[in-house]
């Protein structure tokens, strides 16, 4: 089994900053793309940022300039970190990854959500 632990959320001011994290753990060969959603009352979850084990990343037109995703390969961990941050950033974010957890296996995975909410 696999486990995605977020952390680093909780209540800022606007214009302010947080960073994410999220640590995979447990039955894992390797990880491919991984990516943060969000998920605000009474909305629907939206991608907000993506990475690809090597690298590459796309963002949501909302999120682009303002925040950055990176990954530590070695320490199957992921980050988000947001800058400039606005009222409309409050949501529940939500990691997910994609694990190889054998060489012939592979799945999806969620994290459990971690609150953001960016309020004066």
């Known amino acids: 089994q696999v486990q995605l632990v977020e952390s680093g959320g909780g209540l800022v001011q606007p214009g302010g900053s947080l960073r994410l994290s999220c640590a995979a753990s447990g039955s894992i060969f390797s990880v491919n793309d991984m990516g943060w959603h969000r998920q605000a009352p009474g909305k629907q979850r939206e991608l907000v940022a993506a990475i690809t084990s090597g690298g590459n990343t796309n963002y949501a037109d909302s999120v682009k300039g303002r925040f950055t995703i990176s990954r530590d390969n070695a320490k199957n961990t992921m980050y988000l970190q947001m800058n400039s941050l606005k009222p409309e950033d409050t949501a529940v974010y939500y990691c997910?990854?994609?694990?190889?957890?054998?060489?012939?296996?592979?799945?999806?995975?969620w994290g459990q959500g971690t609150q953001v909410a960016v309020s004066s």
């Open positions: 997910n990854a994609d694990v190889w957890t054998t060489a012939t296996w592979r799945d999806y995975y």
